[in-house]
Structure formats: C-alpha cells, structure tokens
C-alpha cells in the first residue's frame, strides 16, 4: 500500500510539473533529518526485564527461539545498544517448536505441547484449510505433534537479563524454589532455591521492566472457563488453587514490594497496566449462537429436539422461564450451556417428570418402558438442573471451537447403562443435548471477578508508580482495548486483535505475534520519553513493524 501511495504522490507531482511553464521548475522532497538520539537522565547500561509470558515472548501457545529473539525486551535492547546498552541475554529455547522434554518424554496432557501454525493446504475438497493445529500435525492423515527438544529438567546455569516466565503470577515472582513448581524458571534459575525477583537484583540492574504483572493473577481462572475460585478476601497464596483469581491485597504487596527492591539503588523503569484480557480473541472468536439450522447433521435434528426439550421446557416455564431451551429452524441458534450460578433444578425437574403419565408416554417414543419414566427423569434433571441457552453476554474459550457438536464419549457410555446406544449418543452431543461444563465458557458473573480483580491491579500499579519518580508506565491495557474496538496504529499498520488477520494477537488467541511485541517495545519507548525526557520515538530509534512478522513457516524449526 506505501508504494502504491508513493507512486500517486510522484504521478501528481509529474502532472504538476508538465503543466507548468516555467522549465526550470524543480520537483524536490524535502526530508527533514531526524533528531540524534538522547536519553536524558537514564543509565541503560545493564537492563533487566521481569515478567510473565509476554516479557518471555511467548507466541502461538509456545515458547521458541524466533519470538524469544523478537521478545519485546530483546527488541528494547537493541535500542538500548544505540545509547550505551550493554549485552542482553535471554534463556532461549532448543528450536523453533515449543514444548518441553520431561525425561525424554512429552507431558501426556500437551501443557508443554509445540507450537501452533495455521494449516492452508489447496485441496477445496476438504475442509482442513482451518487449524490452527500443533507443528508437526497435517491434517486429514497426519495428526502426530512435533517433538520438542529442549529438556525442562536441563539446568541452563548462570543469570539472564531477561527473566521472563510464562505462567508467573505476581506472588511467583518473589518465592525463592519457584523454580520446581515452573519449569520456565526452573531450567533458567541460577540456583534450585532462587527466585525470580531474586536472580534479577544480583544483576544490579540500571534499568529495568517489570511487564504485565497481574495478567496470570487472573487468566488461568479466564482460560478454565472460570473453573478456579475468586480468592479476594483470602490473602494466603499457598491455599490457592491454580486457576483461582489472586486477591487483590496479596498482588499489591507483591508489586509494590517488587518496585521498592528494584528501585532502591536508583534504577529507573518501566510497568505496565494489566489489560482486560476478555477482549483478547481466545474469548471472542467463539460465538454464542454457532448452531446453523443448514448445517446437514444440525438442520435435520431440530424438530426432535424441540420435542425433547419441550418435556423441560415445561418445568422451565413455571421455575424460570429465562431458561426455556429452543433451536430455530430460520436463524442461528445458541447452545446450551451448564451455568453454576443458576438454580439447580434438577431435583425439580426429577419429581415433576417422573410420575407423570405423559412423561412415561413420551420415553415411549425411544423404546423405553413406561417403568424407566423415574430413572430417565433422574438423568434429565441431573444433566439439566443448571442449564440454559447461551447470550451474547456469555463468553466462550477458544478450545471451545473444537468442542461444540461433537459427541462426549465418555458421557455416552455411561448414559448406555440407562439408554439404548445410539440415543445415549444423541443425548450426549456438546453444547446441543449435553451442557457445555464450566470449563469452556465465562459466564457474566465470572467475566465480573475478572474485571473487579484487572481493576483493582492496574488501581494499584498506578498509584505505586504515581508515588515512585524512577518509575514509567505503558498503559498496555488501554492499546488492547484500542486494538479490539477500532484498531491500534503501528508504522503502516493499523494492528486489531482479529485473530489470524489482525497482526497482532497470534494463533493461541492470547499473546502477541513478533509484531505485536514491536509494537509494545514502541510503547515502552514512547513511556520511557515521556517520563525521562529521552528521544527514541523523535529519533527514530524504534522497531520496524516491517521486520518483524505475524507468523512462522511449519519449516521453521
């Protein structure tokens, strides 16, 4: 598009020229030099980043050598270079695959799994132009993940400026043996008792980043559906679960204990705000209502459906009518979910149904005698005491996608004891006849616990750095929310967090590409001036949205 630009610009300028008389009219552009970089007050001469997973640059669910080498720190520093920095040194990875080695073997859960790449074959007979899927897999035939090499239990030894770990939450970052519980920290730990914000003092650092400090306190408890507990009110950490939201008292003496030690030999650095991590696209891309009545599995099912849940419905209809469930035949349809903030209704539901005749005359239908009315009746109230249909205002995690209409094998065999085998199937098809669990979506009342919790951090952030003159602060939070309504400039890009297009969220639908950590180094950059009267961004003295790219080739490894 800037060539395109360009060559309008000369084409105007050619036209003008022609046109005029005067021959000795000159067409010049005149381009003003840039201003030669300053620092102002800061010593960048030993710089030393802090943080979670976005510090480490962690990319499309894993954690690899290119994003490693693109983290927003290591981008920070080559900056720093041009002003007096010194080396900076980061724990990178074996490859470009991601994952972790435990003994040799694979995690069997895939937590520690490899990298995500988006498959785009160019066969339109299929349907696998979709993904992403984990390197190493490709689809129809081949579903067999890459195998990592880079061994968790391998201690790297020595100290690195960048101590920077994925799934730290603010309480992590002080305790001394975080190293056994994460094995980011602990193949980088300078010794097995050694704690992040430990290692990063014994480099008496003269600048440093202290970056989204906050975000894991809630985003566990945001990607399990909101299956962990809102801990505010409890400030023991030990007692917490790991997907539970962290009380905000307990994040404000770990952050504000953080800038004191750092700062206490007269360093200068920068914080960011926690983002409000809901607008990210691992909780937007998922609709609420994915049920297409032309879908030719879907379409077909929906008259008997609504029969099936008619026989709820009336039970719904007198105890909450909010939760009658319905599919249309004309329009896009939610599916029903399982909201443990509701009524239950499944004791309700068992002794409205079981006696009644009409009930037993309906199970009829499916071959089952009148004597199974109690039993069946049990099974529906147990299966949908919780129940409802999705809204807009529900929000549903990104794994969900590959959830949603197909049959839980588990839940069908064990319905097989009470139902025919091909009913128990048809009862237990994800998000249509089966509840979707907690786990996969967030619920208006579990997206507020995130909310009060992101809000009472960023209070918190402000207010230590308000008090703390050798401290900045990127307000990372407003550029996502930017990014997510109208977009973000960044060069000649304008960055949205769309997933796959938008540049700059990457596959995992949470953290940034390469490009989106240039534009975050770009803002450090722009807080760094502002607050100690430095010049990068006048100077030009920033990452190139250019040189840094939205994604990797499956070749890369």
């Known amino acids: 598009m800037k060539h395109i630009k360009y060559l309008l610009v000369s ?63 290591n981008l920070l520093s080559k900056q720093f270079a041009k002003a007096g920095g010194g080396d900076f040194s980061q724990p990178l990875m074996n490859d470009n695959i991601g994952g972790f080695l435990f003994g040799g073997n694979p995690l069997p859960d895939g937590s520690f799994g490899p990298r995500l790449y988006f498959f785009n074959d160019t ?20 579903f067999t993940p890459a195998l990592p090499s880079t061994e968790a239990t391998y201690n790297l030894g020595g100290i690195f400026n960048n101590v920077g770990v994925p799934g730290a939450k603010s ?43 906050g975000g894991n306190d809630v985003l566990s408890y945001a990607t399990s559906g909101g299956s962990g507990m809102d801990q505010t009110g409890n400030i023991n950490p030990a007692t917490y679960g790991n997907n539970d939201i962290t009380d905000p008292a307990v994040f404000a003496q770990a952050f504000s204990g953080m800038i004191t030690a750092l700062t206490q030999n007269g360093a200068k650095g920068v914080v960011t705000t926690v983002p409000d991590i809901t607008s990210l696209p691992h909780f937007t891309r998922v609709p609420y209502n994915p049920l297409d009545p032309t879908d030719e599995d879907f379409g077909p099912q929906i008259p ?78 147990a299966t949908y005491g919780q129940a409802r249909q999705a809204t807009a205002s529900d929000l549903f995690v990104l794994p969900s996608s590959s959830v949603i209409g197909t049959v839980n094998e588990d839940v069908a065999t064990g319905l097989a004891l009470l139902l025919p085998q091909d009913l128990a199937g048809q009862f ?43 401290v ?19 060069d000649d890009y304008t960055m949205t ?61």
């Open 11 to 73: 084409a105007a300028l050619i036209a003008f020229a022609s046109c005029s008389d005067d021959d000795e009219f000159i067409n010049k552009v005149i381009v003003e030099p840039l201003p030669a970089l300053t620092t102002g007050s800061l010593d960048l001469s030993n710089y030393v980043a802090i943080g979670a997973s976005f510090t480490a640059g962690f990319s499309d669910n894993a954690l690899f050598i290119a994003t490693q080498e693109n983290s927003f720190p």
């Open 123 to 142: 066969d339109p007979s299929d349907d696998f132009d979709s993904g992403p899927y984990p390197l190493g897999v490709n689809p129809p035939n081949d």
């Open 171 to 213: 309480f992590h970052i002080p305790l001394e043996g975080y190293g056994a519980l994460n094995p980011y920290f602990g193949r980088m730990a300078s010794s097995p008792t050694a704690s992040m914000l430990g290692d990063a003092l014994a480099q008496n650092p003269t600048f440093f980043t202290l970056s989204e400090v």
């Open 304 to 381: 008997l459906l609504n029969t099936i849940y008619g026989a709820l419905n009336q039970v719904f209809a007198v105890a909450d009518p909010s939760r009658i469930i319905t599919f249309s035949t004309t329009e896009a349809s939610a599916v029903v979910i399982k909201d443990e903030d509701l009524a239950d209704l499944s004791a309700t539901i068992a002794g409205a149904l079981g006696p009644d005749p009409n009930f037993a005359a309906f199970i009829g239908q499916f071959g089952l005698p009148p004597a199974a009315a109690p039993q069946v009746a049990g099974f529906l109230g």
């Open 428 to 470: 237990a098809v994800e998000g249509i006849t089966l509840p979707l669990e907690d786990k996969w979506v967030l619920t208006p009342q579990e997206q507020n616990a995130i909310a009060m919790a992101t809000s009472a951090y960023n209070a918190t952030i402000f207010s230590v750095a308000d008090a703390n003159p050798n």
């Open 472 to 490: 900045a602060v990127a307000d990372l939070r407003s550029v996502l929310e930017q990014a997510s309504v109208s977009g973000y400039p960044y």
């Open 497 to 557: 967090t769309d997933l796959v297009f938008g540049g700059l969220v990457s596959l995992d639908g949470i953290h940034l590409t390469s490009r989106g950590y240039g534009l975050m180094a770009s803002e450090f950059l722009a807080a760094i001036d502002e607050t100690f009267g430095s010049n990068f961004i006048a100077s030009g003295s920033t990452p190139v949205a250019d040189d840094l790219p939205t994604n990797y080739s499956k070749d890369l490894q």
